[in-house]
């Protein structure tokens, strides 16, 4: 792999701005979360994110063809090698359909393969690895179901998650590795041994909260369709009023492997050494969202209705953005949070 050098500073500056810029409008949990991270290694994470992001809204176009999503998918690999091809990007995904703001970041695609251009020659490899597989294990989704997503059993649930965010885990941990002098070998080793669940709990509970929005909006239907027979209901009865207490009963195995998926990640957070502050500023606070919106998704049904979703009050977002990052500075300090979050509403009192 050859690194390629941007033309001149300003094409940096306005890479960085246009990078910077859009990764609130297409997340304002990651948005939040960068912010901690120095330098190369938020560039690269920065990066890694937006690149995702990019594969995520072409595997979701609930328009396009089978073909043309795997085009597509298959020239974004490309991208890795060639920056030509980076280059004429944005003239193919014309046709993309989806959010404005996730349209806007596919259409200029070339600026974040300018940044990833821009970054150490083992993080861009470490990008090109886990990116790769993930947008590989995309497209044998978007085969495997050509008429939209319908997952059947637990097990295929399973591989599905670790495409789409088991990879992130590893990927993530890899940057650790590169970037933190605080990461050993010692602890980078034991660090993948759940990185993947840390990836993949926040998959599953995104996954549990917008039930109803990926079967409206996107035609994909995560939750098994054996799992959901066993309790006399289907995929096409999974938003039907008359099958509510069915699909509720239907969706446990999947928020029994969200908990033990969070405390896996707790598991991980708590691994991270403690030098590495920024990085566990990092981690802890789509966790402990995670925590609160997972406990909210067990009393509810909202994300089993037409239009419905799970939601965090905006109080307690506000509360945990204000405790977290004090937390996260001792092991018993952060497992005391999640506990206090797994059981009631996090508040703070002034």
Known sequence: MVQIALESPLDRRDVNRFCQEILPQVSRTFALSIRFLPGQLGRAVLCGYLLARIADTIEDDPKA????????????????????????????????????????????????????????????QTLQRWLTEMIVGMKKFVNLYPNGIRIKTLEEYKEYCYYVAGTVGYLLTDLWYEHSPFVSQENYELLRK?????????????????IA????????????????????????????????????????????????????????????????????????LPLV??????RDITRSTAMLTSGGNVKITRSEVKALIIISPLTAIANGLVRSLIQSVRQRAFCLWF
């Open 194 to 210: 759940t990185c993947a669940e840390f990836g993949e709990a926040l998959q599953t509970v995104n996954i549990l909260k917008d």
């Open 289 to 294: 969202f995670a925590y609160a919106t997972l």
């Open 213 to 284: 929005w990926d079967a409206e909006h996107e035609n994909s239907i995560y939750i098994p369709q054996d799992a959901l027979q066993a309790h006399g209901s289907s995929h096409e009865t999974l938003l039907d009023p008359s099958h509510l207490e069915q699909n509720h009963a239907a969706i446990k195995s999947l928020v029994e492997l969200a908990w033990t998926d969070l405390d896996k990640s707790t598991d991980y957070l708590t691994a991270l050494p403690h030098g590495s502050i920024a990085i566990r500023l990092f981690c802890i």
């Open 65 to 124: 063809s089978v073909a043309a999503k795997s085009a597509l998918l298959d020239q974004l690999v490309d991208c890795f090698e060639d920056s030509s091809l980076a280059d004429r990007y944005a003239q193919h995904t014309q046709s993309v359909t989806g959010d404005p703001a996730h349209l806007e970041l596919v259409h200029q695609t070339h600026q974040v393969f300018t940044l990833y251009r821009s970054l150490p020659l083992q993080s861009q």
